[in-house]
């Protein structure tokens, strides 16, 4: 109807629309004479409806927008269909305009008409434009597409597109040019997203992916809206480059492997404290790392004190963390979670935030507890090596002394006769010589380390006989309790030394519990492997037998327990006992090449402890056959 | 052989006493010497002595007198363990070893069980 509808009823028709609405005639040259217009038009072109009606565009408009016009109409008859397009137009400042031209067809089918709606989009067009400027200003690049398979692929708008895609400023950026900028790989991944959010009736699609540019790959994140509004569809988004922000991240995350990894490599602990000085979780690694943490949150460091032992630079560590200073090596005893304790070296550094304000320490922590054993162990070695130096060498020279003392007193004492009163004086001078030369002798078994040889003999059996002998000979009653395994094995010892060792450990041990206690007497067959602990007490690999010795007394302190085994070391008072037992039993133990070693605390008793190595039965026949030719 | 005088005097002692005629010598060269001049029953040598000591001795008297009994005796030295010594000694053909301080009696078996 409105193709053929006279011009007063089509200005009838448009009046009635609330937009500026035109009808244009297509005229057979190809040229468009206005048929009708509508009040609101005027407002928009600035010329009357009567300047217009009737008069072809070029005649009735300026010669740009005629121009302009002219060419959309022509267009939108060659499509034959609906036609939009974004048009301007200046009057009194510039106005921007959505036009939307719908042609009119006749039955035959041929476009006759085109009515017009230009809509004033200027307000919408310039916050638009302001948002874009803002985006680009952003380094942003904003972008608008038609999609569908109706549509070209048109590019509605975009800002910044080009140069992020790594595109110059002329090249086309419809659809096609910009999936096609893409890479196989990105492309391959979006398609389908896109595809998915269409089908579903629009939805976000984002994407990060990277970019082949000139200047360089680039990394992009792109995220888009697609629209679907009955049979258009658009996406709509914006790009950012975020090809700094990525190579940032695999920095963080390449520095963050190189640091688990050290991490997993040190044997030392992380640890870390808050403001008030209390354990908080240490960030960045944790146990499932394989990295060991300080399980301590919300203890403070004089909470994982253990206030039996010496707290040794406990003070230091307090004095250093009050002053906010950083501190090195510090050592202190700490109370492991299951109780027992570990010797800990900790440095730490205090950490301010930028305002300077206090937030804690951060710091690491090694357990130096093998090492100080390892030390104690060593020293001690030492000092019972430098002791069998000098014992050795005094216990020469008193023996070329003693000799003279005790011959001549003996001869003095014959040749005065037995009504001299000199007799008893001579008869004590040769008795102390002699009680000194025992000293001695004692002494020097101390110092013994030789490896005689010795026919093996079958240990059990000794030591059998050894406890029998002692527990019958020695004064005091107690209960003593056998453990003895009836081990075959023999050792290279004598059976005089096993004697003297067992006596020693059995009159230790009873005067410990001093009438009343219980003995515990052991046998029984080890595996020393050969580590690092087993070479500190100088023990060779192999089969032993550890004979033990307990006692249910009083105990030693950790004081006592160090200088146990030193030649003339007594806790018994004066007069009782030379303080020697025990030093004889750690040279008789080391001259078989084992050892002795003793656990014990105040009030919980004492166990000792004699590695014997054992004679391995192949090697015994082997040892036969040297002894005959070393001779 | 002893390089220590007083120990000297009373082995002589104990030796005159039983009869026996005794050569002192300060150390083991003198006892070489000594050797080298006259024969002897017996001799008894400290392991420790200075220049040539008893070890040495032993050695080298084999030379001079080739079945000479030997006493070592001993009194433990600060370089090197007693029974080491001890088991070297009888290894290179001392009868017996004797540690010092020992009894006139002592001594005096053992000199029967060397010559007898």
């Known amino acids: 109807m409105l193709t053929t509808l006279a011009p007063d009823g089509l200005r009838t028709l448009i009046d009635a629309i609330g937009a500026p609405v035109f009808v244009v005639a297509v005229e057979d040259e190809g040229a468009f004479r206005f048929v009708a217009v509508n009040g609101r038009l005027e407002t928009l072109v600035g010329v009357t409806d009567a300047a217009l009606r009737g008069h072809r565009i070029e005649d009735a408009l300026p010669a740009d927008v005629a121009e302009r016009l002219g060419r959309r109409l022509a267009d939108c008859v060659a499509a034959g269909h609906a036609y939009e397009y974004d048009g301007y137009i200046e009057n009194d400042g510039v106005r921007w305009l959505k036009v939307s031209l719908t042609p009119l067809l006749d039955d035959a089918g041929r476009v006759v008409r085109i009515m017009g709606v230009p809509l004033d989009v200027t307000d919408t067009r310039m916050a638009e434009d302001r948002l874009l400027r803002a985006a680009e200003a952003g380094g942003v690049a904003v972008w608008e597409w038609t999609l569908g398979p109706d549509a070209d692929g048109g590019l509605l708008k975009q800002v910044n597109l080009a140069p992020l895609l790594g595109l110059s400023e002329d090249a086309g950026t419809d659809a096609a040019a910009w999936l096609g900028a893409m890479t196989d790989e990105a492309r391959a991944r979006l398609t389908p997203m896109i595809e998915a959010a269409i089908a579903a009736g629009g939805g976000i699609v984002t994407m990060d992916y990277a970019q082949p540019t000139p200047a360089g790959p680039r990394h992009l994140l792109g995220r888009g809206r697609v629209c679907v509004d009955g049979g258009s569809v658009r996406i709509v988004g914006s790009t950012v480059d975020v090809t700094e922000r990525q190579a940032l991240t695999r920095a963080l995350t390449a520095e963050r492997t190189i640091f688990r990894e050290l991490a997993q490599l040190s044997s030392d602990w992380f640890w870390m404290t808050d403001e008030n000085d209390r354990f908080v979780p240490f960030p960045a690694v944790g146990e499932g790392d394989g990295v060991t943490v300080l399980q301590a949150e919300g203890l403070s460091r004089r909470d994982l004190l253990d206030p039996r032992l010496p707290a040794e630079d406990m003070a230091e560590i307090e004095a250093a963390v009050a002053a906010r200073r950083p501190f090195r090596d510090l050592v202190y005893p700490q109370r492991r979670a299951d109780g027992t304790t570990s010797t800990v070296s900790i440095s730490g550094n205090p950490r301010f935030d930028e305002a300077g304000r206090y937030l804690g320490y951060i710091g690491v922590c090694t357990d130096i507890t093998a090492r100080r054993n390892w030390m104690k162990l060593q020293y001690g070695r030492q000092k019972m090596e430098a002791l069998g130096q000098m014992a050795g060498g005094l216990a020469h020279e008193l023996n070329n002394l003693l000799h003279p003392m005790i011959a001549f007193a003996t001869r003095a004492r014959r040749m005065v006769g037995d009504e001299s009163p000199a007799a008893p004086l001579l008869e004590d001078i040769a008795t102390s010589g002699r009680a000194a030369r025992d000293i001695v002798r004692g002494v020097l078994t101390f110092s013994r380390h030789d490896r005689a040889e010795q026919r093996p003999i079958v240990l059990a059996d000794a030591i059998c006989r050894a406890v029998d002998f002692a527990v019958g000979v020695l004064p005091r009653e107690a209960r003593v309790v056998r453990s003895i395994e009836p081990l075959p094995d023999t050792a290279a010892v004598r059976a005089a030394d096993v004697a003297q060792v067992v006596m020693n450990l059995v009159s230790n041990a009873l005067d410990a519990t001093g009438g009343g206690g219980t003995l515990t007497v052991g046998l029984r067959r080890v595996q020393v492997p050969g580590d690092a602990a087993a070479e500190a007490r100088g023990l060779a690999r192999g089969a032993y037998a550890v004979l033990r010795i307990a006692d249910d007394g009083c105990g030693m302190d950790a004081a006592v327990l160090g200088s146990i085994f030193d030649p003339f070391f007594t806790t018994k008072p004066v007069g009782e006992g030379t303080g020697l037992g025990l030093s004889v039993v750690y040279g008789i133990a080391r001259g078989w090449g084992g050892d002795v070693a003793v656990t014990s605390a105040p009030g919980e008793g004492a166990a000792f402890e004699v590695f014997v190595p054992l004679v391995a039965e192949a090697a015994s026949s082997q040892q036969r056959q040297t002894r005959d030719i070393a001779v | ?116």
């Not at chain 2, 040495?56 to 007693?82: C, M, N, T, W, Y």
């Not at chain 2, 001890?86 to 070893?97: I, K, N, P, S, T």
């Open chain 2, 1 to 116: 052989m002893e390089d220590q005088p007083l120990v000297r005097k009373a082995v002589r002692g104990a030796l005159e006493d039983a009869g026996f005629g005794v050569v002192e010598a300060g150390d083991g060269e003198e006892g070489l010497s000594a050797a080298r001049r006259d024969s002897f029953d017996l001799a008894i040598v400290d392991i420790w002595m200075p220049r040539v000591d008893g070890i040495e001795f032993l050695k080298q008297v084999r030379a001079i007198h080739a079945d000479l009994p030997v006493i070592v005796i001993s009194g433990g030295g600060p370089d090197a363990p007693l029974e080491v010594k001890a088991h070297l000694a009888q290894a290179h053909g001392a009868h017996e070893v004797l540690f010092k301080p020992f009894e006139d009696d002592e001594l005096m078996a053992a000199v029967d069980r060397a010559l007898g």
